[in-house]
């Protein structure tokens, strides 16, 4: 995989975490797998000069300080669907940045909405397979100890005189 490409999804994951939800992450190097019991999930869809899929997945641990941070609430007062609103509102935000910041700021893109992926098959599905599309970039973080991935699968590949 290409490391400047890993580069920038780690830069921006690690901008939007902190801004957004007040919450800081760490490149975690010697995790190689996901443990799909303890995780939710979100996806979203890309069309633009090159179409894909940008994933996060998150501790179920994690949640509830992420929704709790963006809402200002104590921890325990986040619902499940807030919890959700909070993962998808993260994603979207980091894929509207991502885009970009391999793409240029003058490529447009078409962004669907972020779905949230709860069934452990469903999101081992997304991610081992993800609809025939290639993994372009995986990083691997963790927040508080706990795991926190994103996954960027890309239909074909960058067209030259994007991010090398």
């Known amino acids: ?9 780690f830069s921006v994951a690690e901008e939007t975490l902190e ?3 007040f ?3 760490a490149k975690d190097y010697d995790r190689n797998d ?12 890309f069309t633009g000069p090159f179409s894909g899929r940008l994933i996060l997945t998150i501790s ?19 619902s499940p669907d807030q919890q959700d609103d909070a993962l998808k509102e ?6 509207g940045n991502i885009l970009p910041a391999i793409a240029g700021k003058e490529a447009v893109f078409n962004i669907s909405a972020p779905m949230i992926i709860n069934d452990i098959e469903d999101i081992r599905k997304n991610i081992e397979n993800a609809d025939g599309i290639a993994l372009a ?3 691997r973080m ?23």
């Open 1 to 9: 995989m290409n490391q400047q490409l890993n580069d920038v999804l």
């Open 137 to 139: 970039s995986v990083v």
């Open 34 to 45: 996901i443990d799909y019991e303890s995780i939710v999930a979100a996806s979203i869809l």
């Open 19 to 21: 801004k957004l939800a």
């Open 142 to 164: 963790e927040i508080d100890g706990e795991q926190c991935d994103l996954f960027l699968f890309i239909d074909g590949e960058i067209p030259k005189g994007f991010i090398k």
């Open 90 to 95: 993260t994603l979207n935000v980091i894929c």
């Open 60 to 78: 179920t641990e994690t949640i509830h300080e992420l929704s709790a941070n963006m809402l200002g609430v104590e921890e325990d007062e986040t």
């Open 23 to 25: 919450m800081f992450v």
